[in-house]
Structures are given as structure tokens and as C-alpha cells.
């Protein structure tokens, strides 16, 4: 490991703005070197640099940070190291088909962003820029409850993109019924129970840095304003002082019976939970570790996925999250199983980086190196993938972007 390596926090270990930026040629020096692109940002790592330069420490480490000792954290992203990519070749195939349907969302690749609250401290647009950016690329936003701004703004800003309301399964259930009924009216084609968050994680970057993202903090209160109907502390309150206990899968699949939306099970990381959550009425699941920030040492959400996908038995659509930096990290999810993907500190770091540009900017990147992968690998499109594609034989234990 290099001193720069050690110097990095943990989170950003894949990134690398490129070093050989600093020893390329000037523009018109080298015959051999064409420059083309005029774009602000070349790779995801410069989207991460700029992220970082843009944040206030404490602010990046509240983002780029995970719970206790960050065992967790690091796992999601060796994992993806550990699995290789094994292409046919000679296959005829042809431009690549990335389009996918999750949950009667039409994608245009299978990707969404994930429900990340407290969005104004990474940017002043928060959850509107992440969703006209989605917007414009054909891909869903998961709208948070504890974010800066309320489902409705959200949804003004980019109907299109703003289609799954993410809910914590707590608090005053009479509440709990009243956001079921806001994100119908509102048109949200779905909804996103998160299920591994009944109290925040054990945060130390935060802890050591005195850093505090609060009840009474307004960037976590954009659906419940201070001066409306529901008492901030009597909801997301749960997330900071744990009063009640955790629900059972019967109450949860009876205080969602009344939904007329179709629900994903959000921080499935065994195939018993998934299946536990299949029977209480959810119609997705999505394998999550919540980005290493809730229980550690919990294992990499991708190793996890083929046990889950084997479990439910095609019975039930997956997604997954946690660790996912790069194109190329979908492409894999995807030959494990998942039918889509979702992105939380990529998509983050990319709002922190430059608003809805960085956003729009990641997403063309990401999409760039899916369809790239998916021709090198031989596949026809994101349906050609399979697990006769990807081997878990090479294991390098750093990672490094
Ligand atoms: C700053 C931040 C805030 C988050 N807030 C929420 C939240 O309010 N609700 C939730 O379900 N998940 C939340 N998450 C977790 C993400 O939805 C997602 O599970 C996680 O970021 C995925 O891992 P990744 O960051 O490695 O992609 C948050 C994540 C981050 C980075």
C-alpha cells in the first residue's frame, strides 16, 4: 500500500482521479494522443475528487463513512474485486439492449439512485437535482422520507424520475398510514420500507468529529416541517432515540396491507429475511447492507445476492446495493442475479461534485461502461447475462479504482 493509499479514507479506496493525468502531453504536443472529450469530469474517481474538494470533512466523512469499525464498509468494496468476468467471444452480438423493467418501472438501464437523506448538506438541490438528472437518463429515483426536501418538491421537479417513496417501517402508526396514502396520491409507482435501519448505526467518523445530523436539523425535515401535522421525533425521532420495538412481519404486512402500492424490502442480506419479507406481502427485495453504514461486520451485500436470488426462485424481483462504484460493478450484480442495481454514495458524491450535471455526468458514465462491459463480455444486452459469466477464482484484497 502507497502513503497515499494509507492517507485515503476508507470509502474512497476505488477512487483515483488518474495519476497519469499529471504526466500526459500537452493538447497538440503528441501526434499520437487526440483529445476529445471537453468534458468536467473523465472518470467516476475525478466525480469522487471533486466531491471530496467540494465538502466540508466532517460533511465527507459523514458521506464517504461507515458504522463501527468500517469492516463492512471495506467488504462491500473487495467484493466486487474478488468476482472476475468471464466473456464468449465470437458471439454476433450487437449493440447492446440495456433497458429493464423493475416493478413496472421502465429503465433505460438498469440502474436507480438510493434513498440518501440530510441530501442539502451535499449540495443546495439535494433530491430535485438527483431526480431531473434521472430525469433526463431514463432512470428512477428512490425518494427518502429524512430527506431536505419533501416527496411532493421532489416529484414537481421530475415526475418522471421521482417513482419509489422510501418509508421507515416505525413511529406513530396513525403516520406510518398517512405517508402510505401521500405517496399514492402522489403517484409514486412503489414504495421502499427500509428494514435495517431501527436505530442509526454505531457512526464513529461522526462521533470523533462531533458531527450530528439531528432531529432538529432541518436537512432530515423536508416532509415533516416544523409546523406541520406530524411530529418530527414522533417519526424519524426513532432513527435517533429508540423508544418502541421493532416491528414483527406480521405488523408490517398488516399496516401494509392498506397500500395500494407494491413495496420493496430494503436491507435483505439472508435468504431466510427474504423470503420472511416475500411472504409479508413485499413485491421486490432489495439486498443491501445499507453501504456498510448500520450493523458491522455484516457481510458484503453481493456475496450475499446468489444465496437470496436461489431463495426466492425467480419467485420475487432483486436489486442491490452497497459497494457499487462503477459500470462495470453492475455489470456483475447483474450476472449474479439482481434484475437491477442501485446507487447511494456514487450518485451522492456525483451531487456533491457538480448538482444535476455530476449527476447526469455519473450516469453517462455509468451507462457508457455497462454497455461497454456487456460487448466485451459477448452478451446481446443486459438479459444476456448470466452467472455462466462471472467466478469468484481471482481474489486480489485491496481494491484499488
Ligand atoms: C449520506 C447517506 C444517507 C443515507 N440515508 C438513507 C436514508 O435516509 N434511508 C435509507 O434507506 N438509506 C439511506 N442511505 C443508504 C443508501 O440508501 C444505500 O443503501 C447505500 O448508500 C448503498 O451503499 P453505497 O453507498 O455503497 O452505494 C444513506 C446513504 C448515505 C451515503
Not at 138 to 144: F, H, L, R, T
Not at 189 to 213: H, I, Q
Amino acid at each position: 500500500m502507497t502513503a497515499a493509499d494509507a492517507s485515503a479514507p476508507a470509502g474512497a479506496t476505488r477512487s483515483g482521479a488518474s495519476p497519469a493525468a499529471a504526466t500526459q502531453a500537452e493538447p497538440g504536443t503528441d501526434p499520437f494522443v487526440s483529445f476529445t472529450s471537453s468534458d468536467r469530469f473523465a472518470t467516476v474517481g475525478e466525480i469522487y475528487e471533486a466531491a471530496r474538494r467540494a465538502l466540508p470533512p466532517p460533511v465527507w466523512d459523514f458521506l464517504d463513512g461507515g458504522s463501527g469499525g468500517e469492516q463492512t464498509l471495506r467488504a462491500n468494496l473487495s467484493s466486487f474485486e474478488r468476482w472476475s468476468v468471464l466473456p464468449r467471444l465470437m458471439t454476433g452480438a450487437g449493440e447492446p439492449d440495456l433497458a429493464r423493467s423493475f416493478l413496472g418501472i421502465e429503465l433505460s438501464m438498469p440502474v436507480m439512485t438510493s434513498p440518501f437523506g440530510a441530501d442539502r448538506l451535499l449540495h443546495r438541490d439535494g433530491h430535485l437535482a438527483v431526480a431531473r438528472a434521472n430525469a433526463k437518463a431514463g432512470v428512477a429515483s428512490i425518494v427518502p422520507e429524512a430527506g431536505s426536501y419533501s416527496w411532493e418538491e421532489v416529484t414537481m421537479a421530475a415526475p418522471g424520475a421521482a417513482r419509489i417513496a422510501q418509508l421507515h417501517p416505525m413511529g406513530n402508526p396513525a403516520n406510518f398510514a398517512a405517508m402510505l396514502r401521500r405517496a399514492a396520491d402522489l403517484g409514486f409507482s412503489a414504495l421502499c420500507l427500509t428494514l435495517d435501519c431501527p436505530t442509526a448505526g454505531w457512526r464513529e467518523r461522526n462521533m470523533r468529529n462531533r458531527f450530528d445530523v439531528d432531529v432538529d436539523v432541518d436537512v432530515v425535515s423536508g416532509n415533516y416541517p416544523h409546523a406541520g401535522p406530524a411530529d418530527l421525533a414522533d417519526t424519524l425521532g426513532q432513527l435517533f432515540v429508540r423508544r418502541e420495538p421493532i416491528w414483527t412481519w406480521d405488523e408490517l404486512a398488516g399496516r401494509m396491507a392498506g397500500s395500494p402500492l407494491p413495496w420493496l424490502a430494503k436491507g435483505i442480506l439472508t435468504g431466510a429475511d427474504a423470503v420472511a419479507a416475500a411472504r409479508a406481502g413485499a413485491a421486490g427485495i432489495l439486498v443491501s447492507n445499507h453501504g456498510g453504514r448500520q450493523l458491522d461486520a455484516v457481510p458484503a451485500a453481493l456475496d450475499q445476492l446468489p444465496e437470496i436470488v436461489a431463495a426466492l426462485g425467480g419467485r420475487v424481483p432483486v436489486a442491490l446495493d452497497s459497494g457499487v462504484r462503477r459500470g462495470g460493478d453492475v455489470v456483475k450484480a447483474l450476472a449474479l442475479g439482481a434484475d437491477v442495481v442501485v446507487i447511494g454514495r456514487a450518485a451522492a458524491m456525483a451531487l456533491a461534485a457538480g448538482g444535476e450535471e455530476g449527476v447526469g455526468r455519473l450516469l453517462e458514465l455509468f451507462r457508457e461502461e455497462i454497455s461497454t462491459t456487456v460487448k466485451l463480455l459477448g452478451a446481446t444486452g443486459v438479459d444476456g447475462l448470466t452467472s455462466e459469466m462471472i467466478t469468484s477464482a481471482a481474489g486480489r484484497a485491496v481494491p484499488g479504482w
